[in-house]
């Protein structure tokens, strides 16, 4: 082979490569991505355009689900390092877990169609079992039902328990559980009743 | 007469099935709603909305005065049988992916002479609304009922919008910091008492994304595709998804594909 027809058939391994190239997926990049999406939705009521804002935790989880690569150990200790440091622990950690049952039952809060006034709910039944008495729960989280009574009815069981609600991504980076503290979608009040319905012994999730 | 009966019935089996359900295991809730699902698919008002859009399809509307008729969605002017199960995909004339709904749009406009905003007001029905939208979308597919879902996303712009609907499937953000994939990246989840079909998967997929549009029961009314996935995202806590934006139609685009060989059932019925 001389040195012209090398040429050629070099140029035509380039252009082999680059019709290989023109068959994989696009790029499309995380920027195109928001600019698109910023495009795409209305700011109604509430739910302005800065809900497409990510943060950190948000940015790192959504890559991980779309790349399906989970966080590599230092990163997601990092974010549970940064997100516990931003918990606010009250010095009192139960409330009355009657109101915490009425916080679990309801869905209300943040949509555009929700009226501001009306205090959010948690809807901890549409992902988890708690009171035995409801079997309209749902199972994207782990089941509740004897919480303290498994795990034991100490300040400490108890102040793990407000933290994950305040702030899950602090114990589990990527955890599909709202931040309902950091997130501001609860009251610290709200969060005390959440804590003694899976605290309290007197509890239908613990009896 | 005799639907309006069968429909009474099938309300008042509800009824007793719930009963029998709630006093029973969980999974076998699920069965009991199973069954219901199949009792209401005997009668499907969604009849009623193919009918009123095949009207619509056919009648002179819009500045032009004339009908829908040349309008090509995807498979030549004109054809509507099949068309539905290559949708969404890349259109020439617009220069743009188009899905449907935003496909009648480009019609209604080119063809018609709707301004853009008019064509695109009133997307969705609602109590003692009936839009025209929601009937067109109904007659349109039902012409592709029991044909398999055959999106190709061959073209470099199909390729892209597939990628970025892929991308938006997987944003997690907002106050709640969900994502579709949230409720939909997993198997055999529940919210509450309701399934949640795993559409990175193809069985799942498939499953829910056929079964689109649909008469919804609790809502008496039939709500497109569109209408499924800005229902979503409220409940996702984003602002609202623009009808027939560029995002809801990538978005649309990843769903379909994924859906590719399912058997369109749509029109379906659903609780």
């Known amino acids: 082979m001389n040195k012209r027809n090398l040429t050629i058939a070099a140029a035509a391994l380039v252009a082999a490569g680059c019709a290989g190239m023109m068959e994989s997926e696009p790029q499309v990049t995380d920027a195109q991505v928001l600019a698109v999406m910023k495009k795409s939705f209305l700011p109604k009521g509430r739910a302005q355009l800065d809900r497409l804002d990510q943060d950190e935790m948000q940015k790192l989880c959504s890559e991980a689900g779309a790349t399906g690569k989970p966080l590599a150990k230092e990163v997601s200790d990092r974010l549970e390092k940064a997100q516990a440091a931003v918990i606010k622990y009250p010095s009192n950690l139960m409330g009355d877990w009657k109101s915490g049952e009425r916080i679990a039952q309801t869905g209300v809060g943040k949509q555009y169609t929700d009226d501001p006034a009306t205090p959010a709910g948690g809807n901890c039944y549409a992902c988890h079992q708690l009171a035995k008495a409801e079997l309209a729960f749902g199972t994207i989280g782990p089941p509740l039902y004897n919480f303290g009574k498994i795990r034991g009815f100490t300040p400490a069981m108890q102040k793990y328990a407000y933290g994950k609600v305040y702030n899950s991504q602090a114990f589990s980076a990527c955890s599909s559980m709202p931040r309902f503290g950091h997130q501001q979608i609860l009251t610290e009040k709200q969060i005390q009743d959440v804590v003694a319905l899976l605290m309290e012994p007197e509890s239908p999730v613990n009896k | ?271």
């Open chain 2, 1 to 271: 007469m005799n639907r309006i009966r069968r429909v009474a019935t099938v309300l008042s089996l509800t009824g007793a099935i719930a009963g029998i359900a709630i006093a029973q295991q969980p999974r076998t809730t699920i069965e009991e709603i199973e069954r219901y699902r199949a009792a209401l698919g005997d009668g499907n008002p969604a009849e009623l909305w193919e009918a009123r859009g095949e009207g619509i399809w056919k009648e002179a509307r819009g500045p032009n005065k004339v009908s829908l008729e040349k309008c090509d969605l995807g498979l030549g002017p004109g054809v509507v049988k099949g068309a539905y199960a290559v949708l969404p995909k890349y259109f020439a004339d617009s220069g743009k992916v188009e899905d449907l709904e935003s496909r009648l749009v480009t019609c209604m406009v080119k063809l018609q002479g709707f301004k853009p905003e008019d064509a695109k007001k009133d997307p969705f029905g609602g109590p003692g609304k009936k839009v025209p939208m929601d009937a067109l979308v109904a007659y349109v597919t039902a012409e592709s009922r029991g044909l398999a879902m055959n999106v190709s996303a061959n073209h470099p712009k199909e390729k892209e919008a597939y990628e970025l609907g892929r991308k938006m499937f997987f944003f997690r953000g907002g106050p709640h910091d969900f994502g579709c994939v949230t409720c939909h990246g997993s198997d055999s989840q529940r919210i509450r008492l309701q399934d949640l079909p795993n559409l990175t998967k193809k069985e799942d997929a498939q499953r829910a994304y056929t079964s689109w549009p649909a008469y919804r029961v609790s809502q008496g009314e039939v709500r497109s595709f569109q209408w499924r996935l800005n229902d979503c995202f409220r409940q996702q806590r984003f602002p609202e998804l623009d009808f027939v934006s560029d995002g809801s139609v990538a978005l649309t685009m990843y769903l379909a594909k994924n859906a590719n060989g399912g058997v369109l059932t749509a029109p379906s019925i659903k609780r």
